[in-house]
């Protein structure tokens, strides 16, 4: 409940349902529901799930909230948001976003051609904002300018000095007055991962002197008319209220002076940074965040006001780029775990054999004395005899079945301890961690590097919990391993109950039944930014709109990449891999290796793979 935002729960039958609330109804809909539904229809694990109506919710909120606090306030202008498109490129989503949308003019922010081309053949309300980001050339910025043609607000925002001369020129050849935007690099700093996007250092935005030289250069083209926008950003994900307040009175101050030096301003964009809670914990730390929607929209607006108002300048449309949190609810990863390593000993002996070695003798007496008050004695001789055994073994003067007996009585002393920790009054520091050193990996069939980049490449926290049986204690500690072979594609760090920690606690695997988990909060940037590591490839995805009586509708499936996909994106052709198959089958049974019927069969089951699923099937 602390990271769902009211959009998750658990139901009485110990089901995660979405909850939502659909025109006045209250509407509960077990994910599992959807998991089997899409099974039937032959979309299966690994998948990804996109709520349409998160989506909706999640607009409809950042613009009320935006409406209220102006309202509120008595400010004299409204809010215009815009997506930026980087943050979740997929059709789907940004149809959904630009048509639910269009009641609130919620634009698009485009950081390259591509994205800008997405904007407008997308956007049909030419009262939304489409914002221009990132280095503008020629091509960029005539694309802009057709844009302008057809009556979009569409601002070139200046990220660099050397894109004005293109824009002047592009603008007076194709006749038509740009609306031009200066993003600024302002000296407030955030906290947060993102902290260097602000700054002095930061590698966008204008300083104050080249500022200067843009609104001399726009005045002499006789342009300063068309600048009418101040944009900076100060990083994504800002855990800080106090930053963003600071951050937007600094940005006040340079709005004033750009209006005093004869700019028409009459846009401010906020940029991103409106941050999600991936840990529910409500702190300033960087997965978290000290404030809510309200009190985000509340500050910004009465920072604006009250700057603004102390100059009697007029109040700005207020434009904010919220990517993350306006996405990262709508999608959630589903996978099912294949199979779990527990670190558990496999056999304890009665008693030992009287010849055996003598380090065994050592490692069952500490194991048979272990008592609370214990503890690290029995701890440490359970580590000095079993790296004698490691020492013998290595050199050959003890076989594999004793080095076995002593790695089962050290993880037996190991587990033992553990579960005797609670009753020890001080714990001895090197134990602390004992419940991470013994946590079962559980292997997840996904691959971290496609669908959750992040976790791997900042070690981001995204919640993660079992789907179903949450009526039933989770016994056990884990992490989750994925399934490419490298050593980094693992979850080791989770959100539980507004903590993060190093271990999850989930339920034991059931005979053959399958254990589902979800991550959520993954709809920013994991799709986009996911990679091709070990050839996995995108997953099912499948997109549902629910409906007031709790009814749901299959809107959008889209099937994973196959083998032949993933191999066609690093240049090997389908076709071509199947006749050099061919070949060395042949050659196969040229030499007499196989024969001929071996050989239909093998490229029968060479070429089902190439249109196969990349991740495990059952
Ligand atoms: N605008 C700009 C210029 C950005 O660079 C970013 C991301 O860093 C965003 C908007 C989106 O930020 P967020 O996802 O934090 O809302």
Known sequence: ???????????????????????????????????????????????????????????????????????????????????????????????????????YHHGLEAGSKAELMIAISTLEDTQACIICNGYKDEEFITLGLHARQLGYQCFFVLETPAELPIIIKRSQEMGIRPLIGVRLKLSSKVDGYWKDDSGDRSIFGLSTSQLVDVIDDLRRADMLDCLQLLHFHLGSQIPNIRNIRTGVLEACRYYIDIVQEGAPLGYIDLGGGLAVD??????????????????????????????????????????????????????VLLFNILDVNRFEPKFIPESLDPECDENLVGLEAAYKSLKPRNVQECYNDAIYYREQVRTLFARG????????????????????????????????????????????????????????????AIDQIFPIMPIHRLNEAPVRDAIIADQTCDCDGKINKFAVNGNTQNTLPLHP??????????????????????????????????????????????????????????????????????????????????????????????????????????????
């Open 397 to 456: 003067l003890v076989n594999l079945r004793t080095l076995a007996q002593a790695e089962d009585f050290y993880l037996a002393i190991l587990n033992r301890i553990k579960a005797l920790l609670p009753q020890v009054k001080r714990i001895p520091q090197e134990l602390e961690s004992l419940s991470e050193q013994l946590a079962d990996i559980y292997y997840g069939n996904i691959s971290i590097f496609q669908s959750l980049p992040d976790a791997w």
């Open 278 to 331: 991936y840990e529910g914990a409500r702190t300033n730390d960087t997965h978290s965040m000290n404030y809510s929607l309200d009190e985000y929209c509340i500050d910004i607006v009465e920072a604006i006001k009250e700057t603004l108002d102390s100059a009697d300048v007029a109040h700005p449309v207020i434009v904010s780029e919220s990517g993350r949190a306006t996405v990262a609810y709508s999608s």
């Open 1 to 103: 409940r602390e990271w769902s935002a009211g959009y998750f729960d658990v139901n009485q039958d110990g089901l995660v349902n979405c909850n939502l609330s659909i025109d006045g109804n209250k509407v509960e809909v077990p994910l599992l529901d959807i998991v089997q539904g899409s099974r039937e229809r032959g979309m299966d694990m690994p998948m990804l799930l996109r709520i349409e109506n998160l989506l909706d919710e999640r607009i409809g909120k950042l613009n009320q909230a935006f409406a209220h606090a102006i309202d509120k306030t008595g400010y004299q202008n409204h809010y215009r948001g815009v997506f930026p498109i980087k943050v979740n490129q997929q059709c789907h989503v940004i149809e959904e976003i630009a048509n639910f949308g269009e009641k």
């Open 509 to 618: 695997l059931s005979g053959d039944d399958e254990y589902f988990l979800g991550a959520f909060l993954v709809g920013a940037y994991q799709e986009t930014l996911g990679d091709l590591h070990n050839l996995f490839g995108d997953t099912n995805v499948v997109s549902v709109r629910i409906h007031a009586d709790g009814s749901f509708d299959y809107v959008d499936e889209i099937e994973g990449d196959t083998i032949g996909d993933v191999l066609s994106y690093v240049e090997y052709y389908p076709k071509q891999i199947m006749d050099n198959f061919r070949r060395n089958a042949e050659r196969g049974v040229r030499s007499g290796l196989i024969n001929a019927a071996q050989r239909r069969q093998m490229m029968s089951d060479f070429n089902a793979s190439l249109s196969g699923y990349t991740y495990y099937e059952k």
